[in-house]
Each structure stands twice: as C-alpha cells, then as structure tokens.
C-alpha cells in the first residue's frame, strides 16, 4: 500500500518533471542533505523514500557517485584477467578514491575497460591511457558484425521516411498487428522468452486512458552487447517497434530506460528520436528516455517500473502483471530492445515469414555475443536452431586459449562444458533440455586457468551486490553463498554440501524473481560438471 501511495504521488509529475531523474541530478551535483529534503517536500513524500533510491544504485550513492572514473567490474572482463593491472595503471593517475567500478560497460570483445568523462573505452598500454586521459578524445566501440541468414536485425536501413511509412498500413488495424505477431511467433529476447503478442493483446485489451510502452534497454548481462548494437547501429527498429506497439493498444508514451553504462547509446537514441520529431514522422506520441544509473535487478521489469517512477528498484509482487498496473499503475507493454526491433520486419513481410526461419517453437534469429576468447569476437544475427558449434567455428572462428566451460546467458545463465557445445543449439528448448539457459545469447568463456570457485564466487557477490533487497532468500542467501566459497578458499574450512544444496533450494524456491531464483543454476552446473575439481572445497 505504501509503494502505491508514493506511486500515486510521483505519477502526479509523471514523467516531464520524473522523480527518478530528479533524485538522479542532485546526486551527480552531490547536492547536501536540504536539496534531496526540499525534493521530497516538493513531490509530498517522505525524506527515507529519496534516500531509499538515492542510496541503491552504483552512480548516486555517496561510495562510488563521485568518482572520476570506472573500471569495467563485469565477467568477461574478470575472466579475461585484465581489470587488475588496469587498475595498476590508473592508479599511476588517480587517487585510489577516485577510481569507482561500473557493472559491465559493453566492452566484452576487448576488455580493459571503463568509464571517464562518459564515455568508455578499452586500453591495452600506458601510451594509450594516458593519451586518453589527456586528451578525453570519444574512442568507437568497434567489433566484428555479421549475419548467417535473412537478415532481420542487422540489415541497413536507407530511408528513414519509407521505413515508418508501414505505420501508416497498420495504425487503424490492431488485430492484423497481434494477428501476425502471433503467427511469428515471436518470443522475448530478453531471456525468458515469453511470446509477445500476449502482452500487445493483453494491453490493448484494458479500457484505461492512459497506457504506456516501455523498453528495457538495462542490459545488465556481462558478456551482452546486443541491445547495445541495436540502439547505436539500428535505433530505428527500436524506436519503430515501441511506436507500433503504441498504436497498436493504444498508448501515446513510450520511454526508454537505457543503462547509464551506455552513454553512446543513449547519445545515438536521443539523436534518432530528434530526427522522428524533425521529420514529423510519429505526430504526437511522445518518447522519454531515463537515464539508468547502475543496477542490474531494473533488468527485471518491475523493478525497473518502480526506478523509473522514482522508488526503490525493488520487484513487485505479481499479479497484477504490468499489462494491467504497470508504470504509474497503468496498463503497460514492457519488452526488451531486440524484441521491438523485429517488429518491422515481421510486420513488411508477415509473421509467416518470420516464423519460417528457426526452429517451431523458437523462431526467426537471435543476437549472439561472442567474447574476446573468440579470434573474431563480435555480434552476429543467427538463426534460431544454428548448432552452437557452427558459430564458434565460423563466426568466432575458434579460440585464441584453452577454454573449459562457457557462461551463455548472462551470470543467471548456465555453465557449459566446453565438449557439451556439440550437443547444443542456439534455440530455448535445446538449452533448456540440456539444463543450460538461451537469456540474452552472450557468450563468456571461462579458460582452463581460471578456478571455477572464484567463478562461482564472483556469481554470488554478483548477485549480493545487485539484490533490490525485498526477500530473503536473495538478500541474505547469495551473500551466505558468497561467504562460505569465500571461506573455503582462504580459511581451514570446508563447505557442508547438503548445506549449500539447502541454500541453492532456497534461493532457487523462495526468491521473488529471476536474480535470486537464476543463481543456483549456473552453480548447479559447476558442481555437477567441474566436481572433481570443486571437491576439495567440499567436505
């Protein structure tokens, strides 16, 4: 009832003067106590609510806010064993309390990353830092792309006008919209994979006034690059997707809650949505974008819900799903980037043609991101039901170090042996089959030298940092796990193995979302896998 009253209050501004965006701007400024109290006293809620979501995430709170620059904290560059002499480095030109950490800034194809002056960049000798920091010149995120099918996500577009001109066809026919939706089948891409006409069908199904799109563009998933490439290389698919989606149940807002880790992402989206504007190529429907400011749990779509509204990102209890109390408490349709990007594909050449590439149960083509191990690391438009073989092979064109095991689908996704990869599909049935997870499709290779324990514990501290903090399960189990692994390796002390399993059933039960309740997988893999070589941490 609480988080409903606040809401009800934030909603008042709503997203013109966002409560969010507000708390957001006095913590960069570093403001004193008095600017957030007289915030609060301006929106009529309680000082603890500013604090609450001030204090939560990676770039307001008081710790790591002022920081002059960021260093890279994710998987792939952990695995890649290079933060560390980073680290080095930069402390030859910054204090040690200058230098913050970022989540995962997009740079898994290169490594040595971080953030300064907003922008991120990827080093690999003193000369270059130090040109860097001299001179604070933009550095371009280049990686290899490529497609091994029709391609739908990764093909150019050459007329900005002609491209939003298929609204035009659809505005005023809403069942064809869901109708070949349905037919294609198409499924989130955001790691669940839940299919996306429901959501259109359910929405557009609520009799409200006021209903409202929403992309979760917080790709938090180290290893994942996708949705980055679609907003800087391909904003217009995204952008056209969540237009349609508008118009398709009725909403005229649609916002873009975009990773602050991302800051060429949210520069090439603002330049795309001013381009719409000039071109007068929406009318009056409306695009808000909301600056992400370091969580990884606004991933799930509730927590994100209640980020951009200005309360503490914590999951909601469902039902109600977002479909009928979503932002504000209104009707909401909330997907991923990569699955508005295919809508107008689908929508040009029908949800037949769509679901005609990949498999039955999961068509047309996915983003695959391949990490530095792969001799041509990169972004690749797959077809559903490609052997995972096939595209190590040919697209990341083998490995450049002995690699025992691949993390696909972001830290809640499953640990792969690196013989299983022949047995696998990129597809959701062949993972899940298998006891692994498709998620995002990003792929972080673990190399022989790398001790699955400290994996396994990064997995859990992980988890523990990011965790919004409402159940138990997640809050206190992942930071038990990350205690008793740490333990075992730096302590006379042996892990009770029906104690841990005991913890993984709890988390795995009693969790309120994906973050808690997806963390035993990928252990679950490790000790099932890698157990000769966990078993002297086990007693």
Not at 114 to 121: A, K, L, R, S
Not at 176 to 188: A, C
Not at 245 to 252: D, H, I, R
Not at 420 to 440: M, Q, R, T, V
Request: hydrophobic letters at 35%.
């Amino acid at each position: 009832m609480a988080n409903k009253n606040i809401r009800s209050l934030s909603s008042r501004k709503e997203l013109d003067d966002n409560l969010f965006e507000n708390i957001a701007d006095l913590s960069h400024k570093n403001a004193p106590k008095s600017e957030f109290q007289e915030l609060a006293k301006r929106f009529m809620i309680d000082d603890s609510v500013i604090a609450g979501t001030s204090s939560f995430y990676d770039f307001t709170r008081e710790s790591n806010r002022n920081k002059k620059i960021h260093v890279c904290s994710g998987t792939a560059c952990m695995v890649a064993n290079t933060q560390n002499k980073l680290h080095e480095n930069l402390e030859n030109h910054f204090d040690k309390d200058e230098i913050g950490h970022a989540a995962c800034v997009g740079r898994c194809h290169t490594n040595n990353a971080f953030m300064y002056h907003d922008n991120t960049y990827s080093v690999h000798n003193e000369k270059e830092l130090i040109s860097i920091i001299d001179h604070k010149k933009h550095q371009e995120n280049k990686y290899n792309i490529g497609c091994n099918t029709t391609p739908i996500l990764t093909a150019e577009i050459k007329d900005i006008t002609a491209f939003y001109k298929l609204a035009e066809v659809y505005k005023n026919d809403q069942q064809q919209v869901i109708q070949e939706i349905k037919t294609s089948n198409l499924r989130g891409r955001g790691g669940a994979g839940f299919p996306f006409w429901f959501k259109l069908d359910a929405v557009n199904k609520e009799t409200n006034s006021q209903k409202y799109i929403v992309c979760n563009a917080d790709e938090g998933d180290p290893g994942a690059y996708s949705d980055m490439y679609l907003m800087e290389h391909q904003p217009h698919k995204v952008l056209f997707g969540m237009y349609l989606s508008g118009l398709t149940v009725g909403a005229n807002t649609a916002v873009l809650y975009i990773r602050g880790e991302y800051p060429d992402s949210l520069r090439v989206v603002d330049e795309a949505i001013s381009t719409l504007k000039e071109k007068n190529l929406i009318g009056d429907f409306k695009f808000k974008i909301i600056r992400g400011q370091g969580s990884y749990v606004c991933g799930e779509e509730t927590a994100l819900l209640n980020s951009i509204e200005g309360l503490r990102p914590e999951v909601r209890v469902r039902p109600p799903y977002p479909a009928q109390y979503g932002l504000y408490g209104k009707p909401t349709v909330l997907s991923n980037v990569e699955t508005f990007a295919n809508i107008h594909w689908i929508l040009e050449n029908g949800g037949a043609a769509y679901s005609a590439l990949g498999t039955k149960q999961s068509t047309g083509t996915k983003l695959v991101s391949l990490d530095s191990f792969f001799n041509t690391p990169g972004m690749y438009e797959i077809e559903m039901g490609t052997p995972l073989k096939t595209i190590f092979e040919e697209f990341g064109n083998g490995l450049n170090s002995k690699i025992k095991a691949f993390q696909i689908g972001g830290p809640l996704g499953g640990i792969v042996p690196f013989d299983k990869i022949k047995d696998l599909a990129l597809d959701f049935e062949s993972l899940n089959s298998h006891g692994f997870l498709l998620g995002h499709a990003s792929v972080v290779s673990i190399p022989n030298d790398f001790p699955m324990i400290q994996f396994l514990e990064h997995l859990m501290e992980f988890t523990s940092d990011e965790s919004c903090g409402k159940c138990y399960p997640c809050r206190i189990g992942s930071f038990r796990g990350m205690e008793m692994l740490q333990k075992a390796q730096h302590e006379n002390y042996k892990i009770d193995r029906q104690l841990f399993n005991d913890l993984l059933e709890t988390l795995e039960i009693g969790s309120l979302c994906a973050l808690g309740g997806g963390i035993p997988l990928p252990v679950k893999n490790a000790l099932q896998y890698f157990e000769q070589e966990l078993n002297q941490y086990f007693k």
